[in-house]
């Protein structure tokens, strides 16, 4: 399926409106500042059309980088009254304030596709090269900081870090979260910006809050807090996007001429490990799982098909994985919903319980295809592209209906339609 010329065009459009001079906001109002790993999407369609634009956004997004390594979620680089919660409540005190929290790795990655496809490969080495020791010292931190024993699992503390805020694997996790009594105060800004039935609910937002309380507490001391958080899974998106990201790491630690190859070929093996003991036989399925109490998490999100992109899994597995979508196929017209369409979980317009998001299909066609399926690949592929062509850019999609769901002139669906179309 060619992509519309002008739906080129829009894509590009959007993402020059919604570019504030080195950084691009997903979108105006809803979310006006930079996340992490929107930047590294937003990068990848920059990339398509001015590549200079392209180095710059994550150039921008390590501006936000701690003296520790941590690359927070969210770099507010200048005030913006539609947002909440906003630096104050963050209490960040650095310039430019932050959040404290990190999102899924990606930009290693889009660093290595960036570097393959650029046109202007002498630019594109010198940035590489000037990127490569702080994305070094973010692998690091999230292995000294949140797997101190090698357990090949990150430790992911919120929500917000998993990139799927209230995917429904969170349910029980959360809920063990007690809401803080001395909660101060506060105003969501989200639904006054979109229809509070494509939102989170109340409950879960005050416990969203009362995490960043937790962590103020521990003065945002890592360690500690992996022992007193309430709030402690294993995410399938964040490892298997650290566990990618660092087999192109340790690629461009090849190709840069940088030493570091067997410090991340051990954080590959620990990962490999940790990833493949979250496959469940029975469901034909990857889990996320809760580390307070080690249980498996059972409910399928579309983060379960991610070890193909990673590349932990077997073939044999591979084929299940399939299976498995091939049969949520059967209950939806466009792939992939963001939950099994078969539990009762499944909510098709609420943000992360049901809607299909055009970055995470972009994860798993590659999977898919670097496993050997690229018909399963292009029939992601093409519904995403589908969707886009009928209801726009928007920040996800009913997996029923098509219909355009969140935020509008998303820069990372629109980017995603730029990268796609090549
Ligand atoms: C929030 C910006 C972010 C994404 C997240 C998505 C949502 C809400 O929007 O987060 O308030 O941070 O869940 O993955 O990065 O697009």
């Given at each position: 399926m ?8 829009e ?13 691009t ?12 790993w ?5 990068a990848?369609?920059w ?5 200079g634009?392209?180095w ?5 997004l390590?501006?936000?980088?701690w003296?520790?390594?941590?690359l ?8 913006e009254p539609?947002?909440f ?13 932050t959040s404290a929290?990190?999102?899924p790795?990606v930009?290693a990655?889009?660093?290595?596709w ?7 490969q002498?630019?594109a ?7 490569y020791p702080k ?12 797997d ?5 699992l ?7 870090e998993?990139?799927?805020d209230?995917?429904?694997?969170w ?14 105060p ?5 639904t ?7 939102r ?5 937002y ?12 521990a ?6 807090l992996?022992?007193?958080?309430p709030?402690?899974v294993?995410?399938l ?9 660092n087999?192109?790491l340790l690629?461009?630690?090849r ?7 067997a410090?991340?070929e ?9 990833i493949?003991?979250?496959w ?14 080690g249980?498996?998490i ?6 379960s098909?991610?070890?193909l992109y990673?590349?932990t899994?077997?073939?044999q ?19 992939v ?14 943000y ?13 066609a590659?999977?898919f ?9 292009l029939?992601i ?14 920040e ?6 098509g219909q355009?769901?969140g ?5 990372w669906t629109?980017a995603?339609?730029l990268a796609?179309?090549?």
């Open positions: 060619p992509v519309q010329e002008s739906l080129t065009e894509a590009r459009r959007i993402l020059r409106a919604n570019d504030r001079g080195g950084f906001i997903p979108t105006a109002g809803l979310y006006p500042f930079q996340w992490l929107d930047a590294g999407f937003t990848l369609g990339m398509q059309f001015d590549e634009r392209a710059q956004e994550l150039e921008t390590f501006l936000g980088q003296p520790n390594g941590m927070p979620h969210i770099v507010f680089h200048r005030p539609t947002y919660p906003g630096p104050e409540r963050w209490g960040v005190t650095r310039t430019p304030p929290i990190t999102q790795p930009v990655t889009f660093v290595r960036m570097l393959e496809q650029a046109q202007n002498a630019q080495e010198a940035k590489a090269r000037s990127l994305m070094l010292a973010y692998h690091r931190w999230f292995k000294r900081e949140r101190p024993e090698n357990t090949g990150i430790t992911v503390l919120h929500p917000w998993t990139g799927a209230n995917s429904p694997a349910d029980e996790a959360l809920a063990r979260v007690e809401v803080d009594p001395a909660l101060p506060y105003i969501r800004r989200d006054a910006h979109v229809d509070p039935t494509q989170p609910h109340q409950s879960e005050d416990r969203f809050l009362t995490l960043l309380e937790v962590y103020k507490r003065g945002f001391d890592q360690l500690r992996l022992r007193e958080c709030f402690r294993a995410s998106l964040i490892d298997c996007v650290l566990h990618r990201a087999r192109d690629w461009l630690s190709r840069l001429g940088f030493a570091d190859e410090e991340i051990g954080w590959l093996e620990a990962s490999q490990r940790g493949e003991s979250l469940d036989e029975e469901a034909g399925l990857y889990f996320n799982r809760d580390l307070r109490s249980a498996a059972r409910v399928g999100v579309s983060a098909f991610l070890p990673a590349g899994s077997s073939p597995r591979a084929l299940r994985l399939l299976r498995t979508l091939e049969g949520w196929a059967r209950q939806v017209r466009y792939l919903p963001s939950t099994d369409p078969y539990s009762p979980r499944f909510e098709p317009q609420r992360w319980r049901g809607p299909v998001w055009a970055v995470v299909n972009y994860l798993i590659l999977g295809a670097d496993y050997g399926y690229p018909e399963m690949a029939r592929r093409q519904d995403t592209l589908k969707l886009c062509e009928m209801t726009g850019f928007s996800y999609f009913h997996p029923l209906t355009g769901l935020g509008g002139t998303f820069s629109a995603i339609y796609w179309g090549q």
